[in-house]
C-alpha cells in the first residue's frame, strides 16, 4: 500500500464520521455560502501578477513537522501583503497538521484573496466543507479518482460556485480532465515514492490542453524554478514548504517575490 493509498483509506473514514456529526443542511447555513467567491484562474492572469501561490502547513508525511509556531491569520496575512496570488491552506490533520478551522481563519483575514481547501477530496460532502468554510476553489488530485468521480466533483464544486484545480502527475491522468475544469496543476512530487522533480512539469506542460490555465506545485524553491516554468507556459506557482520551514514565512515570501521583479 502506498502512502497515498493510506491517506486516502483514512479520508474515507474522516468523511463518514464528519457525516454523522454536521449535515450537508447545517453546512448550509454558514453565511459563506452566501459570500461572492474570488477567482484563482482570473488572479493568475491578470497582468503584472506573480503567480505564487503561498501554502500554509505545519507538516507533511514526508518531512514530518515543519512549523510548529506558525499562526494561519498572521501568516497568510503576510503573504498577501507580499504580494501573492492565492493562498493554499491544507485542511487534512493526521498527514498535514491542517485543519477547516484554519481555512475559515485564512478567510476571515483575507476576504479577497482567492483561497484553495487543499485537501484529498473524495465525496460531494467535502466541497460543502469547503464552501462552509470559505473556500474559493477545491483541489482533486486525479490520482485518486476515476474519470466519472472527478467529473461528479467538478460539477457539484460548480454548482456550489467553487472553482476546480485537477492535480496530475503522469500523462496518463489527463485523460481524467473535462471541459469544466478551471486549471490543471502539476504535483512535480510523486505521491507514491515522495520524489521530487521540476522536469515533471516541464514535460508534461507540452501536453495540457490550452484551454486550462497551468500551475507548478511542489519543489519550487528558487527564482530560476519560475523562469523555467513561465517559459514552458505555467501561470501560477504553489510554493510551501520554501516558505513554512523558515521561522517568518511571510518574510520569506516577500523576499522571493521581490527577487522576481
Excluded: W
Excluded at 15 to 27: D, R, T, V, Y
Excluded at 135 to 164: M, Q, Y
Excluded at 221 to 242: H, V
Amino acid at each position: 500500500m502506498t502512502i497515498l493509498d493510506e491517506i486516502n483509506n483514512h479520508k474515507r473514514r474522516e468523511i463518514e464520521e464528519a457525516k454523522a456529526k454536521i449535515s450537508i443542511q447545517q453546512l448550509m447555513l454558514s453565511s459563506y455560502f452566501k459570500r461572492k467567491t474570488n477567482s484563482l484562474k482570473a488572479a493568475l492572469l491578470k497582468e503584472g501578477a506573480s503567480g505564487i501561490i503561498a501554502e500554509f502547513k505545519t507538516k507533511s508525511p514526508s518531512k514530518g513537522v515543519i512549523n510548529a509556531d506558525a499562526e494561519v491569520s498572521e501568516t497568510t496575512a503576510g503573504y498577501v501583503a507580499a504580494g501573492v496570488s492565492g493562498i493554499s491552506v491544507l485542511t487534512d490533520s493526521r498527514y498535514f497538521g491542517g485543519s477547516l478551522e484554519n481555512l475559515a481563519k485564512a478567510r476571515q483575514a483575507n476576504p479577497n484573496t482567492p483561497i484553495l481547501r487543499k485537501d484529498f477530496m473524495l465525496d460531494p460532502y467535502q466541497i460543502y466543507e469547503a464552501k462552509a468554510h470559505g473556500a474559493d476553489l477545491i483541489l482533486l488530485i486525479a490520482e485518486s479518482l476515476s474519470k466519472e468521480l472527478l467529473l461528479e466533483l467538478t460539477l457539484k464544486a460548480k454548482e456550489l460556485g467553487l472553482e476546480v484545480l485537477v492535480e496530475i502527475h503522469s500523462e496518463e491522468e489527463l485523460a481524467k480532465l473535462n471541459p469544466y475544469v478551471d486549471i490543471v496543476g502539476v504535483n512535480n512530487r510523486d505521491l507514491r515514492t515522495f520524489v521530487v522533480d521540476v522536469e515533471t512539469s516541464v514535460r508534461l506542460s507540452k501536453l495540457i490542453p490550452e484551454q486550462f490555465v497551468k500551475i507548478s506545485e511542489s519543489g519550487i524553491s528558487n527564482p530560476k524554478n519560475i523562469a523555467k516554468l513561465s517559459d514552458a507556459g505555467f501561470k501560477g506557482y504553489l510554493i510551501g514548504e520554501t516558505f513554512m520551514k523558515t521561522a517568518d514565512p511571510a518574510k520569506a515570501c516577500a523576499e522571493f517575490i521581490n527577487s522576481l521583479k
